[in-house]
């Protein structure tokens, strides 16, 4: 390792133990060094636009994003991902600790030939989440999971989530192989890869390039590809639905209570269903075609708020509800 790597070591792992710290440009022989030169041994993940690997530290462990491209990698998109992460300071956001954007000229083929030309390496260091994503977690109600750590990871993302909307940040990728799980099992959003920081008063824009995951796409982005908050509101009722039912789709709120009324904690029972419900019912509504219909992140916290002290909130719940919910 070089003297700036040597330096940028005891920096990034200053990094990592003071929370309060701010994200620092590191160097590539840094990154090399502590991933064993990105070795198939320290991969703990990959997706469509880069690789993840483990990077081991004196005093802990990171992640580290290594984007996919060489010649053609994007610098607008990475530049784009950097500038979210940096204003993405929530304990439900995946930390991030650092970047490194290095151009070398290296000869490359390009049709048979071999030319010299700038070959970009751009990688992204977050805390690392020992317990790797919410995808690999999810089940239906019979098993896995009780109802109290789903309850609190549908929290979390969803406070995760309105702080991004606050700061005028919209993920446009979120499902459950992009939110982390810490130790206890606290939710956090990652993989800013397709995010948009919008200005203070932006609230929507027009791309004519395809984004997010099928399935947590809304439905109108097919046909206007306009960039709003309500996509993420959609996204979010798609997870809360595999979260509650383990399986892709559309939630009924009858069935949902149905299979989660034998796994509940029985001292807790009431409580618990008037949390299922409500998070059914904020499911239903995030999915609505019609985006003017989807709540906003504020109203969705508001009501996770007051399911919190649910003993309390039972009867105004059941009171409201329609009849065709059966009481709890």
Known sequence: MDRQAIASKSELEHILLDEGAEPKALPLSLLEHITSSFSADKEIGDGGFARVYKGVLDNGTVAVKKLFGTVDLDEKKFSEEV?????????????????????QGEMVDCEGKLVLADVRKRLLCFEYLPKGSLDKQITDAS?????????????GICDGLYYLHQNHIVHLDLKPANILLHDNMMPKIA?????????????????????????????????????????????????????????????????????WRSRLDKSQEDKQLVQVRVC???????????????????????????????????????????SSVPKV
């Open 280 to 322: 059914t019912e904020i499911a239903i509504e995030c999915t609505d075609f019609n985006p003017a219909k989807r709540p906003d992140a504020h109203h969705i916290i508001d009501r996770l708020g007051a399911t919190r002290n649910a003993d309390e909130f039972a009867t105004e719940t059941e009171a409201n509800s329609s």
């Open 191 to 259: 993989d800013f890869g397709l995010s948009r920081c919008f200005d203070e008063k932006q609230s929507q824009t027009i791309t004519s390039n395809m984004l997010g995951t099928i399935g947590y796409l809304a439905p109108e982005f097919y046909a206007r590809r306009q960039i709003t908050f309500k996509l993420d509101i959609y996204s979010l009722g798609m997870v809360i639905i595999e979260i509650l039912t383990g399986e892709k789709g559309y939630a009924d709120i009858d069935n949902v209570l149905e299979r």
């Open 83 to 103: 500038r979210c992460l940096m204003k993405a300071k929530h304990k439900n956001i995946v930390r991030f600790l650092g970047y490194c954007s290095d151009t």
């Open 143 to 155: 098993c896995g999971l009780e109802w109290s750590k789903r309850y609190q990871i549908i929290s």
